[in-house]
């Protein structure tokens, strides 16, 4: 089941309220959903994606989510798994935004591990 860019919307709204304000501070520019698919460009397409970014730059800091990443990958799951996969998603790139607010990277260097380990078992 591939929900709808709209559906996916008010999903990622009433996750994102499950989440404590404090989690909110100094982001600017909130949580975002964003229709394209983001495919890592460093693996065979179709192989890796992008659900979610944290991003820190001129525009502020805010969360971007890839409804077209989220399509690709659970095109074959119920509405429960997705649920559950937004909600990963945006907890992971809150982690990144509260270890870059206090200057830390363990997130950071956990996801290039992953990636690193992913690019060699290809």
């Known amino acids: 089941m591939v929900p709808s860019y709209e559906t996916m919307g008010d999903w990622l709204e009433e996750i994102a309220q499950e989440f404590p304000d404090a989690f909110f501070e100094e982001l600017d520019g909130g ?6 698919a983001r495919p ?4 065979p397409p ?8 944290y991003c ?18 659970l095109s ?19 982690t990144h935004h509260m270890e870059d607010f206090a200057g830390l990277h363990a997130l950071d260097d956990k996801d290039a591990e992953f990636l690193r380990q992913a690019r060699e078992e290809e």
């Open 31 to 36: 949580i975002q959903l964003e229709e394209e």
């Open 40 to 43: 890592d460009p460093d693996f």
């Open 46 to 53: 179709g192989e890796m994606y992008i659900m979610g970014e």
């Open 56 to 73: 820190n730059d001129m525009l502020g800091r805010y969360i971007v989510l890839y409804y077209g990443s989220f399509a690709a990958l």
């Open 76 to 94: 074959d799951e119920d509405e429960e798994t997705w649920k559950d996969e937004i909600f990963a998603t945006v907890a992971h790139e809150f």
